[in-house]
């Protein structure tokens, strides 16, 4: 068994010794039985959440009314679910009411899709009710029982079933691709931040071209946000190799990038894409265009853009025109950033206290115009960045300044 299980087998053991069932649940026997690296471990029992916290010293209650208290045990945090049954689902989205049963069969029958309806004893035994072994073999994505009734209960599922064709490169089987088509459009009722982080994990899924197409085939992006005819800008998106970028900044300038939209701002508000994110997304979309007309860098294009920003428009940009060019335009951008005279203001030899003395005039809004100048040419070398040249230059120039300024 995988590290992750041993980290958590004392949690289970220590139910069992209170007398409650607990398995291991969901995603992590999933993915150790694809053999796919392991992320978050999620526990199922037979124990109420108040029991929960009674065995365990340390916990946080997360949503006792549903169920799920997370138990920390060294340095670790598990979540811990009672078995649970959902009914009369409300909006599409959210069940009317959870109720807590002793059958683990019924709480694997309550969840999404049959790969992720299975469960692990301590000893490694799977237990299967709803084929999920035999589902992951012919690598397809079915939702335990009836489609449409499952996604009606919950659209998020619609979107989920498109994520994992991403991240597990397997396919819709017939049934549950036929409801999805129908039923799409009640992803109105979903909240957007719960569509973004499956976007997200969509676009950085390894087999995102073909999950992309199924967005687009059962017409989801129409109910995703800023994304209604997009079908265009997604084919050319997929067409890319996205994986070649690194980080969530690139995926959104990216994203943002071909999709084009009117104002940069007002559609990562849309996704609820956080601010400071969505200035990153600005600043580099900014460079992108700039650098549509340039050609190339210039030293002053590198030194305003810095090097996160620099390195990320690289990557989209060798994405875009040639992925073989990458690694070679990342390290010629690397070099040019590293041969800048500097990389910041904050290198400059020379404060703005220090220009007010010199130039003996007021504190204003000339000082910022007169450091932009000396960055200028120290970055075109024609300016040395030590202390007395940049006075001498100063002082030649006042007359100058005090023209301009
Ligand atoms: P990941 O690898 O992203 O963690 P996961 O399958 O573990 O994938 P989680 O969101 O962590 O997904 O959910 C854990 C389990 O809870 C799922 O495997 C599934 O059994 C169940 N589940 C999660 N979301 C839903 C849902 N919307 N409807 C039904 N069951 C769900
Ligand atoms: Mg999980």
């Known amino acids: 068994?995988?590290?992750?299980?041993?980290?958590?087998?004392?949690?289970?053991?220590?139910?069992?010794?209170?007398?409650?069932?607990a398995f291991y649940v969901g995603g992590a026997v999933r993915d150790y039985l694809l053999k796919r690296e392991i992320?978050?471990?999620?526990?199922?029992?037979?124990?109420?959440?108040?029991?929960?916290?009674q065995i365990f010293s340390k916990t946080v209650d997360v949503g006792a009314e549903h169920g799920t208290i997370i138990v920390l045990h060294n340095n670790k945090s598990f979540e811990v679910t009672t078995y649970r049954a959902e009914t009369g689902y409300d909006d599409f989205r959210r069940p009317k009411?959870?109720?807590?049963?002793?059958?683990?069969?019924?709480?694997?029958?309550?969840?999404?899709?049959?790969?992720?309806?299975?469960?692990?004893?301590?000893?490694?035994?799977?237990?299967?009710?709803?084929?999920?072994?035999?589902?992951?073999?012919?690598?397809?994505?079915?939702?335990?029982?009836?489609?449409?009734?499952?996604?009606?209960?919950?659209?998020?599922?619609?979107?989920?079933?498109?994520?994992?064709?991403?991240?597990l490169g397997f396919t819709l089987c017939?049934?549950?691709?036929?409801?999805?088509?129908?039923?799409?459009?009640?992803?109105?009722?979903?909240?957007?931040?719960?569509?973004?982080?499956?976007?997200?994990?969509?676009?950085?899924?390894?087999?995102?071209?073909?999950?992309?197409q199924t967005l687009i085939d059962c017409q989801m992006n129409n109910y995703l946000p800023g994304m209604t005819e997009?079908?265009?800008?997604l084919k050319i998106l997929a067409s890319f190799q996205l994986e070649f970028l690194s980080t969530r900044e690139d995926l959104w300038t990216m994203i943002t990038y071909k999709v084009e939209p009117p104002s940069v701002e007002k559609y990562l508000r849309k996704w609820k894409i956080p601010v400071k994110l969505i200035k990153i997304v600005e600043k580099n979309i900014k460079f992108l265009m700039l650098l549509q007309q340039e050609k190339s860098w210039t030293s002053l294009l590198l030194y305003e853009a810095g090097s996160d920003c620099a390195l990320s428009v690289e990557?989209?940009?060798s994405v875009i025109d040639d992925p073989n060019m990458l690694n070679e335009n990342i390290n010629a951008v690397k070099d040019s950033l590293h041969k800048l005279p500097i990389q910041n203001k904050s290198q400059l030899d020379i404060t703005g206290h220090e220009l007010i003395k010199i130039m003996k005039k007021k504190p204003g809004p000339w000082v910022a115009k007169l450091i932009s100048e000396i960055e200028r040419e120290i970055i075109l070398n024609t300016l040395e960045n030590e202390r007395s040249a940049i006075k001498e230059w100063v002082?030649?120039?006042n007359q100058n300044f005090e023209q301009n300024y």
């Open 174 to 212: 017939q049934e549950t691709k036929a409801a999805l088509k129908e039923l799409v459009h009640l992803l109105d009722a979903i909240s957007v931040e719960r569509k973004t982080v499956e976007i997200e994990k969509l676009f950085q899924g390894a087999h995102y071209k073909a999950a992309i």
């Open 315 to 317: 990557r989209i940009r």
């Open 97 to 167: 009411s959870v109720s807590f049963i002793s059958s683990l069969k019924e709480d694997l029958r309550r969840r999404d899709f049959t790969i992720n309806a299975m469960a692990m004893d301590i000893e490694g035994t799977i237990y299967d009710y709803f084929d999920g072994r035999q589902h992951l073999k012919e690598k397809v994505i079915k939702t335990v029982d009836s489609p449409s009734e499952r996604f009606s209960e919950d659209a998020l599922r619609m979107l989920r079933a498109v994520r994992f064709v991403s991240q």
């Open 230 to 233: 997009k079908e265009q800008q």
């Open 1 to 21: 068994m995988e590290t992750p299980f041993y980290e958590a087998k004392p949690i289970l053991e220590k139910l069992h010794n209170s007398d409650f069932e």
């Open 395 to 397: 002082l030649k120039c």
């Open 39 to 53: 992320g978050d471990i999620d526990i199922a029992t037979s124990a109420k959440p108040d029991e929960i916290k």
